[in-house]
């Protein structure tokens, strides 16, 4: 079992930036990928970015160029540095880690974190 804390979230003017931590315990081992999803309300959750153990990062198309996935290994810790927020990055974010690519659902998740992306 691997257990999952987010933090970092809030409300932000747009064009501002945001940091998420999301930190592990647990089976950390297991781990292969580690990455953080989006749910806005009445939408379906979909992936922001993701970090492999051997540092590969994959990003949604909506969000390259202005988020960055990045991991300390020593703390066991994923970051989200975001920037140039927009209203249409509102959301729970949510920190997931799963023992295979590709197949979130198989890993686990943290309790999620809001952004707010207002004037």
């Known amino acids: 079992q691997v257990q999952l804390v987010e933090s970092g979230g809030g409300l932000v003017q747009p064009g501002g930036s945001l940091r998420l931590s999301c930190a592990a315990s647990?089976?950390?081992?297991?781990?292969?990928?580690m990455g953080w999803y989006r749910q806005a309300p009445g939408k379906q959750r979909e992936l922001v970015a993701t970090?492999?153990?051997?540092?590969?990062?994959n990003y949604a198309d909506s969000v390259k160029g202005r988020f960055t996935i990045s991991r300390d290994g020593a703390k066991n810790t994923v970051y989200l540095q975001m920037n140039s927020l927009k209203p249409e990055d509102t959301a729970v974010y949510y920190c997931?880690?799963?023992?295979?690519?590709?197949?979130?659902?198989?890993?686990?998740w943290g309790q999620g974190t809001r952004v707010t992306v207002s004037s």
């Open positions: 997931n880690a799963a023992p295979y690519p590709g197949d979130p659902g198989r890993g686990s």
């Open positions: 970090i492999t153990r051997g540092g590969n990062t």
């Open positions: 647990g089976s950390i081992f297991s781990i292969y990928v």
